[in-house]
C-alpha cells in the first residue's frame, strides 16, 4: 500500500529572515528564498517549511501576526508570496507556510477592536478575565496582562504583545480555517502549525497546580513551578486538529505538522488515536536534546516506533529557530554531524532540516543585553553560565544568524553594510560554495544521503526494525520494502567496531575507511555502512 507524500517527504527548513537578502536592506526575503530554490532541491529535499513572512510588527520576528493574507514588506509582496508557491511547485516540490493559529499581534486591527471595549463586535475575540488566575506565561511570569481600556486582562501564552484568540467563540475558528482555506486555493501543500497544543485552555479557568519543576522542558511546558494542566492539551485541542485535517482536506492531500511541546503520548495523540485522522505530523522536540550515543538513539527511536509505528510516521528534527544548532551539541565536530545525520536520513520518519545544518552551521554566542529576541530581555537579571550549564539557548538571535553561502561579504547573504543579525565568523570555511568542492564535506555528506534516501523507497517508508547484538555504542537496523532489505550501521563511538553479520554488499559508506567483507563489517570511529541483505 502506498503512504501519502507528507510521510515520505523530507522537509527543509527556512528562517527567511536569514535565508537570502535579494534587496540590499540586511534582511532576507521571499525573492532570496526563490533565488536559492535550486540549493535545496539539490541538496534532495522535497518539501520547504518557511518561517512567517506576512504582515508583522516582528516584535517576534512574524510569529506575531498583524494581517495573515498580506506579507511584511521587508520580505516582499502577495505576488511574491505566490511565485514562490509557483517556483516551488515547478521543482516538483511542496511548500509548507507557517500559521500561527494560538494568537496574533497586539497590532491586529482585531486585537485593537477588541481592546477598545467590553462590547464592540470582536470584544469577545481574545481572552478577557476581570482577574487573572495564577497562569504562567510558556517564557515565564504572568502571561495576563491589564489593558485600561476595557479594566480587564488578557491572556498571552507566549509573550505580552501575542494576545490569545479565543478558539471557543466560533467567528474566531471560521475566520481562522479560512485563512487556512485562502492559502491552500493558493497552492500552498500544508502548514506548520505553531504552538498547537496551547489554542484551547481549561473553559473554567482553573488555577493551575503547584509542581517542583523549575524550567519547562521539551517534552513538559510545566515549569516555573507551576504544572500546565489547564493552559495546554486541553480535550478541544486533540479535536482541533481532527478539524483541521478536515478542511486542509478539502485540498486533497495536504501536509500539517504541529508544534508541541508535551509527553510522547500526547504528542501522538495529536495526530490521532487509532487512525492518523489529526495532524499529519507533529514535531517530537525530546531529540533536540539529544546525547550521542547510540544507547540514547536506541531508546529513542524504541520509543518512537512504540508511539508512531503505522499508520503514523515521525518526524526527525534535531535544530530549529528555537533551540540550540545540532553541530554545537556536538562540539562542532562533523564527523559527529554526518552520523547524526546518516541516522536523520535513514531511519523511519520524516527529516526536518534547519537552514544551515546542512553545512554545519552553530550557535553564535552573543549577549543578552543587546538581542534583537524578546526573551532573553527576561532574563538579563541571571548570569549567563546559569543557562549554559543548563544548556538552554535563551537568546534566539544564537541560532538564526545569516546564512553562509560563500567567502564573500556577509557570507554572500547580502550586500548592506550591516546585516539584521551578525554573521557567523566561521563563515570563511562554513558554507555552501566552499563545502560544495570538498568531496568529504558535510554538504556532500548529507547530499549523498539524501540522493541515497531518495532512490531507495525501503528508506523512504520501509519497515524499521532494530538488529541487536553489536558491541557497545553501535547502533543497528533494517529498513525493508517489497523484498529489498538495508542493513544500516552507525558507530557512535570514536573507536572503530567490528560487527558481525551476514550481508550481500556495501551499498554507502559514511567515511573511506568504513567497509565490509565476508561477515564482518568494519566501522572507522564515528563511522557509518549501509548493506543490503
Ligand atoms: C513557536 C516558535 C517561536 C515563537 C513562538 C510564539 O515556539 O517556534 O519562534 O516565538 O512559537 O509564536
Same mark, same amino acid.
Given at each position: 500500500?502506498?503512504?501519502?507524500?507528507?510521510?515520505?517527504?523530507?522537509?527543509?527548513?527556512?528562517?527567511?529572515?536569514?535565508?537570502?537578502?535579494?534587496?540590499?536592506?540586511?534582511?532576507?526575503?521571499?525573492?532570496?528564498?526563490?533565488?536559492?530554490?535550486?540549493?535545496?532541491?539539490?541538496?534532495?529535499? =522535497?518539501?520547504?517549511?518557511?518561517?512567517?513572512?506576512?504582515?508583522?510588527?516582528? +516584535?517576534?520576528?512574524?510569529?506575531?501576526?498583524?494581517?495573515?493574507?498580506?506579507?511584511?514588506?521587508?520580505?516582499?509582496?502577495?505576488?511574491?508570496?505566490?511565485?514562490?508557491?509557483? =517556483?516551488?511547485?515547478?521543482?516538483? $516540490?511542496?511548500?509548507?507556510?507557517?500559521?500561527?493559529?494560538?494568537?496574533?499581534?497586539?497590532?491586529?486591527?482585531?486585537?485593537? =477592536?477588541?481592546?477598545?471595549?467590553?462590547?464592540?463586535?470582536?470584544?469577545?475575540?481574545?481572552?478577557?478575565?476581570?482577574?487573572?488566575?495564577?497562569?504562567?506565561?510558556?517564557?515565564?511570569?504572568?502571561?495576563?496582562?491589564?489593558?485600561?481600556?476595557?479594566?480587564?486582562?488578557?491572556?498571552?501564552?507566549?509573550?505580552?504583545?501575542?494576545?490569545?484568540?479565543?478558539?471557543?467563540?466560533?467567528?474566531?475558528?471560521?475566520? $481562522?480555517?479560512?485563512?487556512?482555506?485562502?492559502?491552500?486555493?493558493?497552492?500552498?501543500?500544508?502548514?506548520?502549525?505553531?504552538?498547537?497544543?496551547?489554542?484551547?485552555?481549561?473553559?473554567?479557568?482553573?488555577?493551575?497546580?503547584?509542581?517542583?519543576?523549575?524550567?519547562?522542558?521539551?517534552?513538559?511546558?510545566?515549569?516555573?513551578?507551576?504544572?500546565?494542566?489547564?493552559?495546554?492539551?486541553?480535550?478541544?485541542?486533540?479535536?482541533?486538529?481532527?478539524?483541521?485535517?478536515?478542511?486542509?482536506?478539502?485540498?486533497?492531500?495536504?501536509?500539517?505538522?504541529?508544534?508541541?511541546?508535551?509527553?510522547?503520548?500526547?504528542?501522538?495523540?495529536?495526530?490521532?488515536?487509532?487512525?492518523?485522522?489529526?495532524?499529519?505530523?507533529?514535531?517530537?522536540?525530546?531529540?533536540?536534546?539529544?546525547?550521542?550515543? +547510540?544507547?540514547?538513539?536506541?531508546?529513542?527511536?524504541?520509543?518512537?516506533?512504540?508511539?508512531?509505528?503505522?499508520?503514523?510516521?515521525?518526524?526527525?528534527?534535531?535544530?530549529?529557530?528555537?533551540?540550540?544548532?545540532?553541530?554545537?551539541?556536538?562540539?562542532?565536530?562533523?564527523?559527529?554531524?554526518?552520523?547524526?545525520?546518516?541516522?536523520?536520513?535513514?531511519?523511519?520518519?520524516?527529516?526536518?532540516?534547519?537552514?544551515?545544518? =546542512?553545512?554545519?552551521?552553530?550557535?553564535?554566542?552573543?549577549?543578552?543585553?543587546? +538581542?534583537?529576541?524578546?526573551?532573553?530581555?527576561?532574563?538579563?537579571?541571571?548570569?549567563?553560565?546559569?543557562?549554559? $550549564?543548563?544548556?538552554?539557548?535563551?537568546?534566539?538571535?544564537?541560532?538564526?544568524?545569516? $546564512?553562509?553561502?560563500?567567502?564573500?561579504?556577509?557570507?554572500?547573504?547580502?550586500?548592506?553594510?550591516?546585516?539584521?543579525?551578525?554573521?557567523?565568523?566561521?563563515?570563511?570555511?562554513?558554507?555552501?560554495?566552499?563545502?560544495?568542492?570538498?568531496?568529504?564535506?558535510?554538504?556532500?555528506?548529507?547530499?549523498?544521503?539524501?540522493?541515497?534516501?531518495?532512490?531507495?523507497? +525501503?528508506?523512504?517508508? &520501509?519497515?524499521?526494525?532494530?538488529?541487536?547484538?553489536?558491541?557497545?555504542?553501535?547502533? &543497528?537496523?533494517?529498513?525493508?520494502?517489497?523484498?529489498?532489505?538495508?542493513?544500516?550501521?552507525?558507530?557512535?563511538?570514536?573507536?572503530?567496531?567490528?560487527?558481525?553479520?551476514?550481508?550481500?554488499?556495501?551499498?554507502?559508506?559514511?567515511?573511506?575507511?568504513?567497509?565490509?567483507?565476508?561477515?564482518?563489517?568494519?566501522?572507522?570511529?564515528? &563511522?557509518?555502512?549501509?548493506?543490503?541483505?
Amino acid at each position: 500500500m502506498s503512504i501519502p507524500w507528507y510521510h515520505k517527504t523530507s522537509i527543509y527548513h527556512i528562517y527567511p529572515r536569514s535565508f537570502l537578502d535579494s534587496n540590499g536592506d540586511g534582511i532576507g526575503d521571499i525573492q532570496g528564498i526563490i533565488q536559492k530554490l535550486d540549493h535545496i532541491r539539490d541538496l534532495g529535499f =522535497e518539501a520547504i517549511w518557511s518561517s512567517p513572512f506576512f504582515s508583522s510588527p516582528q +516584535a517576534d520576528f512574524g510569529y506575531d501576526v498583524s494581517d495573515y493574507k498580506s506579507i511584511s514588506p521587508e520580505f516582499g509582496t502577495l505576488d511574491d508570496a505566490f511565485q514562490l508557491i509557483e =517556483e516551488v511547485h515547478k521543482r516538483g $516540490m511542496h511548500i509548507i507556510f507557517d500559521l500561527v493559529l494560538n494568537h496574533t499581534s497586539d497590532e491586529h486591527p482585531w486585537f485593537k =477592536e477588541s481592546r477598545s471595549s467590553r462590547n464592540n463586535p470582536k470584544a469577545d475575540w481574545y481572552i478577557w478575565r476581570d482577574k487573572p488566575n495564577n497562569w504562567n506565561s510558556m517564557t515565564g511570569g504572568n502571561g495576563w496582562h491589564y489593558a485600561k481600556e476595557r479594566g480587564q486582562y488578557y491572556w498571552c501564552s507566549f509573550l505580552s504583545f501575542q494576545p490569545d484568540l479565543n478558539w471557543r467563540n466560533p467567528e474566531v475558528k471560521q475566520t $481562522m480555517f479560512d485563512i487556512a482555506r485562502f492559502w491552500l486555493q493558493k497552492g500552498v501543500d500544508g502548514f506548520r502549525l505553531d504552538i498547537f497544543n496551547t489554542i484551547y485552555k481549561d473553559a473554567e479557568f482553573r488555577n493551575n497546580p503547584f509542581t517542583f519543576k523549575l524550567a519547562p522542558t521539551p517534552d513538559d511546558p510545566s515549569g516555573y513551578f507551576q504544572k500546565a494542566q489547564y493552559s495546554q492539551d486541553q480535550p478541544e485541542s486533540f479535536e482541533l486538529a481532527k478539524e483541521l485535517r478536515q478542511v486542509t482536506e478539502e485540498y486533497g492531500e495536504r501536509l500539517t505538522v504541529g508544534e508541541i511541546t508535551a509527553k510522547r503520548n500526547i504528542v501522538r495523540k495529536f495526530a490521532g488515536e487509532e487512525e492518523n485522522d489529526g495532524l499529519t505530523l507533529a514535531f517530537d522536540f525530546e531529540m533536540l536534546e539529544f546525547k550521542f550515543t +547510540a544507547e540514547y538513539f536506541r531508546k529513542l527511536i524504541a520509543d518512537i516506533e512504540t508511539h508512531f509505528h503505522p499508520p503514523f510516521m515521525p518526524v526527525y528534527v534535531f535544530s530549529n529557530l528555537d533551540k540550540r544548532r545540532s553541530i554545537h551539541r556536538l562540539g562542532d565536530d562533523v564527523r559527529k554531524a554526518k552520523l547524526l545525520h546518516m541516522l536523520q536520513l535513514t531511519v523511519r520518519g520524516v527529516p526536518c532540516m534547519y537552514y544551515g545544518e =546542512e553545512i554545519g552551521m552553530s550557535n553564535l554566542k552573543l549577549p543578552f543585553n543587546t +538581542a534583537l529576541d524578546p526573551i532573553p530581555h527576561k532574563y538579563t537579571f541571571a548570569p549567563r553560565f546559569i543557562f549554559d $550549564m543548563l544548556d538552554i539557548t535563551v537568546n534566539r538571535d544564537e541560532v538564526r544568524t545569516p $546564512m553562509q553561502w560563500n567567502t564573500e561579504k556577509n557570507a554572500g547573504f547580502s550586500t548592506a553594510e550591516k546585516t539584521w543579525l551578525p554573521v557567523h565568523p566561521n563563515y570563511i570555511h562554513v558554507n555552501v560554495e566552499s563545502e560544495s568542492k570538498d568531496e568529504d564535506s558535510l554538504l556532500n555528506t548529507i547530499k549523498s544521503l539524501m540522493k541515497f534516501r531518495n532512490e531507495n523507497s +525501503a528508506i523512504k517508508e &520501509g519497515s524499521f526494525e532494530f538488529i541487536d547484538g553489536f558491541p557497545a555504542n553501535v547502533l &543497528g537496523f533494517k529498513r525493508s520494502l517489497n523484498g529489498q532489505t538495508f542493513l544500516v550501521l552507525l558507530n557512535f563511538d570514536e573507536a572503530a567496531k567490528d560487527v558481525h553479520l551476514k550481508f550481500e554488499k556495501t551499498v554507502f559508506r559514511l567515511t573511506v575507511q568504513d567497509e565490509a567483507q565476508g561477515e564482518t563489517a568494519h566501522l572507522n570511529g564515528f &563511522g557509518g555502512l549501509i548493506l543490503t541483505a
